[in-house]
């Protein structure tokens, strides 16, 4: 979905699909010329799956595709670039873990930390010596605790509740 359309712009269109009793099987990716930082955030916070630029070559995007519809999120190389950028120049802002944290286990608290790092479900089952299946299980019971629709979002929590920060390794 773009970014800039007209009637609607892309971010409300995804806003509004995943208001969605059902949005679960249905993944969004923006695609615009326009890879300013807000509009990166609004489409994460808005559920997009991915975020990539319009220079993006054919076989990139229906990687991206693929990665979204198996519930993984992907964003444009050159944004990620700059977005880490941003981060590692930000003062650190240690804080303590947020209280909506509370919920998970210690165990769902570790397998939300490898999400944040980017790790897929088989690399968070090697990491923690379990099988995928269970690594997959603590990925669902952590966004059905936490009212996450998909793996960005808890990416994004993570980020927001202080349990992980830029610049410092999220296990």
């Known amino acids: 979905m773009d970014i800039r359309m007209p009637g609607m712009d ?23 010329t326009f890879d300013l930082d807000d ?8 559920s997009a799956a991915g975020f990539l630029v319009k220079d993006t070559e054919p076989a990139e995007l229906l990687h991206a595709v693929r990665v979204a519809a198996r519930g993984d999120a992907l964003i444009s190389p050159s944004v990620t670039r ?13 804080r303590a873990p947020d209280r909506r944290l509370e919920v998970l ?16 479900n088989d690399e968070i089952a090697a ?3 379990v099988s995928p299946l269970t690594a997959k299980t603590h990925v669902s019971r952590i966004m059905a ?16 509740y202080g349990m992980v920060s830029p610049g410092r390794p999220a296990d």
């Not at 700059?82 to 240690?94: K, N, Q, S, V, Y």
């Not at 605790?145 to 927001?160: F, H, N, P, T, W």
């Open 105 to 120: 286990t210690a165990r769902e608290g570790e397998v939300m930390r490898l999400i944040a790092a980017g790790r897929t």
């Open 39 to 46: 509009y990166v955030y609004a489409a994460l916070r808005a």
């Open 145 to 160: 605790k936490l009212g996450a629709r998909d793996r960005s979002q808890v990416v994004i929590m993570a980020y927001e």
């Open 10 to 32: 892309g971010l409300e269109a995804a806003r509004r699909i995943a208001a969605e009793e059902e949005p679960a099987a249905v993944k969004v990716v923006m695609l615009t």
């Open 127 to 129: 990491e923690l010596v």
């Open 82 to 94: 700059r977005l880490i950028a941003e981060f590692a120049d930000r003062p650190d802002r240690t």
